[in-house]
């Protein structure tokens, strides 16, 4: 399904390509999705280039918790207090498309259940 590739996430984090970063750390970057699907939509991805969930492994368990844990934080930064969605497309059925895990950020509007 997948396997350790450069991606376009590699360059971001490498600044090869310009994004709109909102927060960033050792382990963490968060940027604005370049087609967002809602008024507020932003990745947040790992440093360490994990290409997909199905791929992290026991080791990589404080990378994952940071995520989340940083979700929180740029979530509340961009005013989602109303709330918001995270979701993790994994794999071709998932609907991933960058083999570099991350983690949407969904909000500013009231989103649909189920997707699609
Ligand atoms: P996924 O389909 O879950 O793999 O999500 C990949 C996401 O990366 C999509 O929402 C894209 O819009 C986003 N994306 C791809 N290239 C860029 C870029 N250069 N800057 C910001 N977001 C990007």
């Known amino acids: 399904m997948s396997e350790t590739t450069e991606t376009i996430f590699s360059k971001?984090?490498?600044r090869e390509i310009p994004v709109d970063i909102v927060y960033e750390d050792d382990l963490a970057l968060a940027f604005k999705d370049i087609h967002p699907q809602a008024p507020v939509h932003i990745l947040v991805i790992p440093k360490k280039p994990i290409p997909t969930l199905a791929d992290a492994e026991s080791q990589d368990h404080a990378v994952l918790g940071h995520l989340l844990l940083t979700?929180?934080?740029v979530a509340k930064e961009a005013g989602l207090e109303n709330g918001y969605r995270v979701v993790i497309n994994t794999g071709d059925d998932g609907g991933q498309t960058v083999y570099?895990?991350?983690?949407?950020?969904?909000?500013?509007?009231?989103?649909?259940?189920?997707?699609?």
């Open 71 to 73: 979700v929180k934080r």
């Open 100 to 116: 570099h895990l991350h983690l949407h950020i969904l909000g500013g509007r009231q989103l649909s259940w189920p997707p699609g």
């Open 12 to 14: 971001i984090i490498r």
